[in-house]
């Protein structure tokens, strides 16, 4: 990766297992992507007015959702979060790398099917929401053990020095995943078992902030790795970013204290990890500055995929946390703020996929398409998610669809409605990243 990438420390990728997993890992990702992109499309339908007394998709809108964004999160966040475990660790515990892969693709399969069987009520809890059914229940355990197995692998085979920031960035997004598992099983254990969302919404609660400072720890990385890859890394010594990427996971100690200190599923719990979200994110600070100047050098390269993407992602990301101090009530502002951040994320991570292809011995992402897909993406989640925003502050409820919405004035129907074709721009401009990326997969398949 030259010079300018092992200033940062940028990991080289070891042939054999680590290679073979991160292709792998990175092929469920983009396959949860096209099931989740395909699922986009009716959620779009059901809310944008016209089109939403056309179609009846009011009944589909709660089960697509659900699916939607657990391979759109869920599955594609973990999966790539894989492919950069995969990809900075050793050849070792193979056995375990291919054990947690083959369980979570299962568990993958059995959730995209899940909803074509009986008794799939759809719950819309926050950050992992649910079908009320048995099946579903055991894709979900079964996509856990294996993510189990493989942060397992990640924490013993990415071990890093201080000279290594982005192996040891990548190392501290695994001890977020571990926290944000054992979590999960906490809250299982302690919390009492009762019929309804309030149960789902307390069972994820702790993990799923937990969880948020994975997927902001490893968007950082993608950052500075696309930066190294593109002959701009941080314009600082890599000890200095070891020692930033530190202070932006020390948050992650309050994790196991608010468990030990006050009973799962109480309010203080809740109201902690609120707090974590509010007091804790400020310590990435640092780090997202860092990026910035990293962004601001690159302005004078040309066109590049990875650029593209580093740009878009950056915006989202940013607009996403301011959105997150202005939420008021219970609105669509609430979404519009989740898909801001989320959508920031993911386009880090559509970015360093654009940088690892080659590296991992597919095809190069190559021309206009590979160039112009990230703001096309962004640009779309970019009208969304102001839509959502404007929507918010005259009224319109969350989690609604079809006439639910009732949306009686102009300023809300234009809100919406910009959500709408927003909405659709990004389901195309995420079409495009499948369709590059399985372009330059082929090429190497056809070798």
């Not at 986009?40 to 089960?63: E, H, M, N, W």
């Not at 053990?145 to 997004?173: K, N, S, Y």
């Not at 195309?428 to 990326?437: D, R, S």
């Amino acid at each position: 990766m030259g010079d300018a990438s092992a200033a940062v420390g940028v990991p080289v990728i070891v042939a054999g297992t680590p290679t073979r997993l991160a292709r792998a890992w990175l092929w469920l990702g983009v396959m949860a992507l096209i099931g989740s992109g395909v699922l986009a499309v009716l959620l779009v339908l059901s809310r944008t007015p016209g089109i939403q007394d056309v179609f009846p998709l009011k009944d589909l809108f709660r089960a697509a959702l659900v699916v939607h964004v657990d391979l759109s999160v869920a599955v594609w966040f973990m999966a790539f979060a894989a492919v950069i475990w995969s990809a900075v660790g050793n050849a070792g515990l193979a056995w375990l790398g291919w054990s947690g892969f083959g369980l979570a693709a299962l568990g993958t399969a059995v959730m995209g099917v899940s909803p074509f069987f009986p008794d799939a009520e759809p719950l819309l809890n926050n950050y992992i929401p649910v079908l009320q059914q048995r099946l579903f229940f055991a894709s979900i355990w079964i996509f856990g053990a294996g993510l189990g197995l493989t942060v397992l692998r990640a924490l013993l085979t990415t071990w890093p020095r201080l000279a290594e920031p982005l192996r040891l960035g990548a190392f501290l997004g695994a001890v977020a995943a571990f926290l944000s598992l054992a979590a999960f099983l906490a809250s299982w254990w302690q919390v009492p078992r009762i019929e309804g969302m309030i149960y789902y919404e307390v069972l994820f609660w702790g993990g799923g902030h937990a969880l948020q400072f994975q997927h902001a720890l490893l968007m950082v990385v993608a950052w500075l790795w696309i930066a190294a890859q593109l002959g701009r890394p941080a314009p600082t010594s890599a000890r200095a970013v070891s020692v930033l990427f530190v202070i932006g996971a020390l948050p992650l100690l309050a994790v196991p204290a608010i468990y030990l200190l006050v009973p799962a599923g109480s309010l203080p719990h809740m109201e902690l990890f609120a707090k974590l979200m509010l007091w804790g994110h400020p310590y990435m600070g640092p780090l997202i500055l860092l990026a910035t100047l990293s962004l601001w050098g690159s302005r004078t390269l040309g066109p590049d995929p990875a650029r593209s993407a580093f740009v878009a992602s950056f915006v989202l990301f940013a607009l996403g946390g301011v959105l997150g101090y202005l939420i008021e009530g219970v609105n669509v502002v609430i979404p519009a703020h989740y898909h801001g951040s989320t959508v920031g994320v993911t386009l880090a991570f559509m970015g360093l996929a654009y940088v690892l292809l080659p590296a991992l011995g597919f095809g190069r992402p190559e021309g206009r398409m590979a160039i112009w897909q990230p703001y096309v993406y962004g640009a779309g989640q970019l009208i969304h998610v102001l839509g959502l925003a404007w929507s918010g502050g005259y009224g319109v409820q969350r989690k609604v669809a079809g006439a639910d919405q009732m949306l009686t004035t102009l300023p809300q129907k234009i809100g919406m409605g910009m959500m709408g074709i927003g909405g659709l721009i990004a389901v195309v401009g995420g079409l495009l990243f499948v369709v590059v990326c399985l372009r330059a997969m082929a090429r190497r398949a056809a070798q």
